[in-house]
């Protein structure tokens, strides 16, 4: 998964990163349906780990709560973006459907874009912060 830190570019001040800045990015559509950086993480993590429970635990979220927020998401979209088996004698598992690839990837495209076109004006903010490196 993509970090969050805005990295500088050729339109930055300087030319250089801005560390310690982390751009957090929420797509709130009316009153259905939000999709953040907490979404993103476990469709990518259910991707990564085939498991709706593995991908909670890989981010410290309990399985009842990674089971709610998959099935917001696919209540939310008109169809599913995460498929399940029931465990068993076959096992389990998860899985992105092609829909849940396409929301991830079009997350992740627009969060670069935003970190980039977001790095000037980042780096000026920061430039005026005070220096907290000799205390308060």
Do not use: H
């Not at 459907?97 to 970190?115: H, I």
């Amino acid at each position: 998964m993509r970090g969050l830190v805005p990295t500088g570019g050729a339109g930055d001040a300087g030319g250089m990163a801005t560390p310690g800045v982390t751009l957090r990015l929420r797509l709130v559509f009316g009153d259905r349906l939000m999709l953040g950086p907490g979404k993103a993480e476990l469709l990518a993590r259910i991707e990564e780990t085939g498991s709706i429970a593995a991908a909670g635990r890989a981010m410290g979220m309990s399985y009842r709560r990674a089971w709610a927020l998959v099935e917001e998401m696919n209540a939310g979209f008109r169809v599913p973006l995460v498929a399940s088996a029931r465990g068993g004698a076959g096992g389990g598992g998860a899985s992105l459907t092609p829909e849940g690839r396409e929301v991830l990837a079009a997350y992740q495209t627009l969060l670069a874009e935003t970190e980039a076109a977001a790095a000037p004006g980042v780096g000026r903010i920061a430039a005026l912060l005070r220096d907290a490196s000799g205390g308060k």
